[in-house]
C-alpha cells in the first residue's frame, strides 16, 4: 500500500506523538519515513519609519533554526531507528508550512503525507489545525490525519 511516508513535525508533543504513531503504522506496513521540518524564514521587521531594527543577523537565524531543526528531526529519526524503521530527514526554509510540506512530500517521493490534526479540544477540536487543512486542500499526495 504507502512505502514512503513523509511525517512533517515543529517539535511539540502532539507532533511527537504523531510521530510515534507514524513510525508504528511504518512498521506495520512496511514503509519508510522522512520525517520534514520548515524552518522559517528571516524575519524582517520595521518599525517607525521603516527603520530596520533586528539584534538578530541573518546567518545567526539561520544557523539557529538549523540546530532547531536537526534536534526536532533527529527526535523522529531515532523513533524510527528504534523501530527497524528505514527513517531521513528534511528541511526546508519557508514562511508558507503547508507549500512546504507538500513541496517535500513531492521532493522526496512520498505517496502519503502523515500529519497531526492540532492540540486544542471541545468546541474547536471539531476544526482542523489550518496548515493541516490547507494540505488537505491543495495535496495531490494522500494525506492521513492523526488525532
Given at each position: 500500500m504507502?512505502?514512503?511516508?513523509?511525517?512533517?513535525?515543529?517539535?511539540?508533543?502532539?507532533?511527537?506523538?504523531?510521530?510515534?504513531?507514524a513510525v508504528s503504522f511504518a512498521r506495520e506496513t512496511?514503509?519508510?519515513?522522512t520525517a520534514?521540518?520548515?524552518?522559517?524564514?528571516?524575519?524582517?521587521?520595521?518599525?517607525?519609519?521603516?527603520?530596520?531594527?533586528?539584534p538578530t543577523t541573518p546567518e545567526k537565524f539561520a544557523k539557529?533554526?538549523?540546530?532547531?531543526?536537526r534536534?526536532?528531526?533527529d527526535f523522529v529519526v531515532?523513533?524510527?531507528?528504534?523501530?527497524?524503521?528505514e527513517g531521513s530527514s528534511l528541511s526546508l526554509t519557508s514562511d508558507v508550512p503547508y507549500q512546504a510540506i507538500i513541496d517535500a512530500?513531492?521532493?522526496?517521493?512520498?505517496?502519503?503525507?502523515f500529519m497531526a490534526s492540532h492540540?486544542?479540544?471541545g468546541f474547536s477540536a471539531l476544526l482542523l489545525g489550518s496548515e493541516t487543512s490547507k494540505v488537505l486542500t491543495h495535496s495531490k499526495i494522500p494525506v492521513l490525519v492523526y488525532r
Open positions: 504507502f512505502k514512503h511516508i513523509l511525517v512533517p513535525t515543529d517539535g511539540s508533543e502532539l507532533s511527537k506523538e504523531t510521530a510515534r504513531r512496511g514503509a519508510r519515513i520534514f521540518y520548515a524552518k522559517p524564514e528571516y524575519p524582517v521587521s520595521y518599525y517607525g519609519e521603516g527603520a530596520l531594527i533586528d539557529l533554526a538549523e540546530q532547531q531543526a534536534q526536532t528531526l531515532d523513533l524510527c531507528r528504534e523501530a527497524g524503521v512530500a513531492s521532493q522526496a517521493g512520498c505517496d502519503l503525507i492540540g486544542r479540544r
